[in-house]
């Protein structure tokens, strides 16, 4: 029987943060709704969201794979500069991508028109598709297999593939037969959180005029004013998040024992031939443009033609950097809660990680009936409640991304370390704080900052929880293109990217040193 303590206390409180807006969604579904929009479309919204995650799920995995592969494994021009330069795009919000897009490939868009001008055609498809969107986020979300696949090619060790070469593999069977294999646990990983981040994106398929789920859940909220409707359309998506939680912990087993098998040799790049590495610089290149310099490039060049709201934009950065801190130090202090008392209760682990595969729109609509009832409580403070509950949807939503590098910083504690500690006459709680935390210091500082740069581009859960007139940067933005004022659009977009950049160059840092024998 499981021995109580005030570690699992702590675990059981960080567990109950997530499971609380998670339990609001199911109970509210279950009301009595007249408008009923869910009955109505919930099926054309689960098939669109199925395939637009199929699709980002398939280029995702190929593209990161593949570029991953090439800078660990070759060398070709700038192969130095691409290892940290294909994870920029995760810094560019998908909306701000999608905006970019827009402007350049619509009807009446710069490149249709000259194209039409010089000769009479016009191109052979439309961004505000299904296919349109699946290329927007596939360009956002490909990072986070390239990351994953990276780590684990540098994770790998030489004599695994010399051996390979040895029995007569090619180049190319070696790396089908024996390194993605190995770094199955990875693509499986890194597919699944692309494919979280496409089932939660309101901003960009919205925009895009794609009914997705998420977009049902804020629609039916915004526009019918019907929470039952929004919790009904959000019941397949914690479906599928469960799904996508079971596929990637299904995935890592038997990880820990198959890198543990061979004796550790850094893999020594292979130069490739004269055509192949100008192709592989061109298909990194292509990666980054698509991600990055292409959208951000074409949102800068229009800055000069509108003139700025200043005031209201720097308003809007002071809200989106103080909710950005706010949830990043409010995520870890649960997250660390959580990981210092997991091994007692490690179901409650289990189900916080369902929190990450939740869109934040979900969140938020579970927990507009607990603020209800507070607002009821105490109407002279809805600012301040609201802001609240808005930190819980972003650390409800966010935990497990933070749970994952502490937990990684924690492993490095021996159990000598603890008991040394204990036989001092600390208790368990005293040697956690007094051990384990200050040696987590560096990995709570990295999860602080994936919490900052993904509450940084949130937006559906900022759009319904935020108070009246209190608006962040993404929610600015997001007014703009509905107003389709796509250049006014473009400065809080690149705002975001800008405080977001620093953090995401420093993550890939840590990455790259992370890896065996680098230190």
């Known amino acids: 029987m499981t021995r109580f303590s005030p570690l699992a206390a702590l675990a059981a409180i960080a567990g109950l943060a997530v499971l609380l807006p998670l339990a609001g969604v199911v109970l509210a579904s279950f009301g009595s709704d007249t408008a009923d929009i869910a009955g109505r479309d919930l099926a054309r919204y689960a098939l669109t969201s199925a395939g637009l995650a199929l699709a980002v799920g398939a280029f995702t995995g190929l593209a990161g794979t593949l570029s991953a592969w090439l800078v660990v494994m070759h060398r070709f021009p700038g192969r130095g500069l691409f290892a940290w330069a294909l994870a920029l795009p995760l810094a560019m919000p998908a909306f701000a991508i999608a905006y970019g897009y827009a402007d350049l490939f619509d009807v009446a868009g710069p490149l249709r028109t000259a194209l039409r001008a010089a000769t009479g055609q016009d191109l052979p498809f439309e961004l505000r598709s299904i296919g349109g969107a699946a ?12 990351l994953a696949m990276r780590a684990a090619f540098l994770s790998q060790s030489g004599s695994a593939l010399e051996a390979a070469r040895m029995l007569g593999c090619s180049g190319r069977s070696a790396f089908l037969r024996v390194a993605l294999p190995m770094a199955r646990p990875a693509l499986a990983a890194g597919v699944a959180l692309a494919v979280m981040e496409t089932l939660a994106d309101y901003g960009a398929v919205h925009f895009l005029s794609v009914q997705t789920l998420t977009t049902g859940v804020v629609r039916a909220w915004s526009v019918y004013g019907s929470t039952v409707s929004a919790a009904r359309f959000a019941l397949p998506l914690l479906a599928a998040a469960a799904l996508l939680l079971w596929i990637e912990r299904a995935s890592r087993r038997g990880r820990a024992h198959e890198s543990a098998r061979a004796r550790f040799r850094e893999l020594e790049p292979q130069p490739l031939g004269p055509v192949a590495r100008w192709g592989a610089a061109l298909f990194c290149l292509a990666l980054v443009g698509a991600g990055l310099l292409i959208p951000a490039g074409w949102l800068a060049w229009n800055l000069g033609t509108y003139t700025p709201d200043w005031t209201r934009l720097a308003t809007a950065m002071r809200n989106s950097l103080g909710l950005g801190l706010a949830g990043a130090v409010v995520t870890v202090m649960l997250a660390t809660m959580l990981a210092l008392g997991t091994k007692r209760l490690p179901l409650i682990a289990r189900l916080a990680s369902l929190g990450y595969a939740t869109p934040g729109a979900v969140m938020a609509i579970g927990l507009l009936a607990p603020a209800g009832v507070i607002w009821s409580m105490a109407p002279g403070s809805g600012m301040g409640i609201a802001l609240v ?113 620093p953090a995401v160059m420093w993550l890939t840092r840590q990455i790259s040193a992370s890896a065996p024998g680098r230190g």
């Open 135 to 146: 290329f927007v986020l596939s360009a956002a979300f490909y990072p986070y297999v390239y």
């Open 389 to 501: 509950l808005l930190v819980l949807a972003y650390a409800a939503r966010l935990m497990a991304a933070a749970l994952e590098p502490i937990d990684a910083g924690l492993a490095r504690v021996t159990p000598s370390m603890i008991q040394a500690a204990r036989t001092l006459g600390h208790g368990e709680t005293r040697a956690a704080f007094a051990v384990e935390l200050p040696l987590a210091r560096g990995a709570m500082l990295t999860a602080g900052l994936i919490v900052l740069v993904d509450v940084l581009k949130e937006l559906p859960a900022t759009l319904i929880l935020r108070p009246f007139n209190f608006d962040t940067l993404a929610v600015i933005a997001n007014n703009y293109a509905a107003d389709e004022r796509l250049g006014q659009a473009g400065l809080p977009s690149l705002l975001i990217l800008a405080l977001s950049l």
